[in-house]
């Protein structure tokens, strides 16, 4: 059901029954090596192109998650996924391998939790009874697409990010066996620019959609902000997060900075060189079905607010002077029996 102006609440409380995370080489050296269900040694993944291993990423993330569900692929009745390739082709190739009904979608970097807003909608009123969603990125993919390739060895700024090379999928089902994840409302973003447009400072020009969805998520359940044991965004990075923080503080929103974290900032370790932090569909879907997934299993967080950003520009938009539009969308993940 709609409460209020834009958060959908779930009744029957879909189970996110099991995941599947797969990373590259830079994020085998991260701090969350240990969470990913399968890492690779080199960016080919065995492929002749970058954008052929990114569809790869998706099919592994996704037969992770069946196997650890102990499901046969002709059980799921949808898939829901998207990327920053044009046409989001990988997605749509990786939805060709399992011949699966598909509904891509984009949203940049919100993608991830888009779609397990709507994955969860479409279980919750009874649309299906298995349902994959996922988001993923590649960055010598991505950064050729958005930036600069990276043998022109161009210098970035400290505001620039780094992509992640990683997909993260959840298998969405009517019921689980014993303990598990539950989705258990889903805010929906709107689209908000503030004029930026600097393709490098992604993360400042997303906080704004992220403090407008956060918000919008808590007045719309009427809720503390303190019901939740984690506040996740992802991923606006340094710049974003402090950006952020200093819109809860004029907004007279009462913010607790230990319970707001970032994807960007947790995935890799201190001293590898990404800047102002990480980004990529990828960067949110890995750190939340992987690692934070693992924390709630192991009973250390019980109430989460995965919260994506995504920064709705385009080559072609950057090439006609556009400013970058944004948007955020929340979902609330909570750990029952």
């Known amino acids: 059901m709609l409460q209020g102006h834009r958060t959908w609440v779930f009744a029957n409380k879909p189970v996110i029954l099991s995941t599947g995370t797969v990373g590259g080489p830079f994020e085998a050296k991260g701090k969350m090596a240990d969470d990913f269900d399968l890492l690779h040694e080199d960016l080919w993944l065995g492929e002749d192109s970058y954008e052929k291993a990114h569809k790869v990423l998706f099919e592994e993330a996704y037969f992770k998650a069946l196997e650890k569900a102990n499901l046969e692929k002709e059980k799921v009745e949808f898939i829901i996924s998207g990327d920053l390739v044009n046409q989001i082709t990988p997605s749509s190739f990786a939805a060709r391998t399992f011949s699966v009904p598909f509904l891509g979608i984009f949203g940049a970097c919100s993608t991830s939790m888009e779609g397990l807003a709507l994955g969860a909608y479409i279980v919750n009123y009874g649309g299906a009874n298995y349902l994959l969603t996922g988001a993923a990125s590649h960055n010598t993919a991505i950064e050729k697409q958005f930036r600069y390739p990276t043998e022109y060895g161009g210098q970035k700024p400290p505001t620039a990010q780094w992509t992640v090379t990683g997909a993260g999928a959840a298998l969405l089902g009517k019921k689980g066996v014993g303990k598990a994840p539950v989705v258990t409302a889903a805010t929906i973003g709107r689209v908000v620019d503030l004029g930026m447009s600097d393709p490098f400072n992604m993360g400042g020009a997303m906080a704004p959609a992220a403090v407008d969805t956060i918000e ?71 750190v939340i079905y992987g690692h934070l997934l693992n924390r709630m299993k192991k009973g250390e967080l019980k109430k989460i607010l995965a919260v994506a950003t995504g920064a709705l520009l385009s080559p072609l938009t950057y090439q006609q002077n556009e400013t970058i539009p944004c948007i955020a969308h929340a979902v609330a993940i909570e750990y029952r029996g």
């Open 216 to 286: 919008a998520h808590f007045r719309d359940l009427n809720l503390d902000p303190n019901y939740y044991d984690l506040i996740v965004t992802g991923d606006l990075g340094k710049i974003g997060r402090s950006v952020a923080l200093d819109l809860f503080h004029q907004h007279g929103f009462l913010m607790d900075e230990n319970k707001f974290q970032d994807c960007g900032l947790m995935i890799y370790r201190d001293g590898q060189p990404v800047l102002s932090g990480a980004s990529g569909a990828g960067c949110s879907a890995v």
